[in-house]
C-alpha cells in the first residue's frame, strides 16, 4: 500500500505546468522545544489541479491524501506525493497560530 495523509501549510503560490498543478507543503515535527520543519513536494492531475490552482496561495493549509512518486532527473532522485484527495483546512497563516 502507497498512502499518504499530510496536513501542512504551502511554502509558495501553487505553479501549473504540463497539467500539473505544483506546491510545496510544510508540516511540523519534533516538539516545542526543538522544532523541525519538513518540506513535501505535491503535484495534482487534470480538475483538482485546477481547483487547487485557483483556491490556494503561500500560506494557505490543506490536507492530502495521496501516493508517493519517485523520479530521477540529471542524476537527482526526487519525491513527491501525488494528490488522490484534499481537503481545505483553514485560511492563510496566522501570527499567532500555534499546531
Known amino acids: 500500500m502507497n498512502q499518504v495523509n499530510l496536513v501542512g501549510r504551502l511554502g509558495q503560490d501553487p505553479e501549473t505546468s504540463n497539467g500539473a498543478c505544483k506546491f510545496s507543503i510544510s508540516t511540523n515535527d519534533g516538539t516545542k522545544e526543538k522544532p523541525k520543519t519538513n518540506w513535501h513536494n505535491i503535484v495534482a492531475f487534470g480538475n483538482m489541479g485546477e481547483i487547487l490552482q485557483?483556491?490556494?496561495?503561500?500560506?494557505?493549509?490543506?490536507?492530502?491524501?495521496?501516493?508517493?512518486?519517485?523520479?530521477t532527473y540529471e542524476d537527482k532522485k526526487y519525491t513527491s506525493v501525488i494528490v488522490n484527495r484534499f481537503t481545505f483546512v483553514g485560511g492563510k497563516k496566522d501570527d499567532d497560530l500555534d499546531f
Not at 485557483?54 to 523520479?71: A, C, E, H, T, V
Open 54 to 71: 485557483k483556491y490556494l496561495s503561500k500560506g494557505s493549509q490543506i490536507g492530502i491524501n495521496g501516493r508517493l512518486d519517485y523520479n
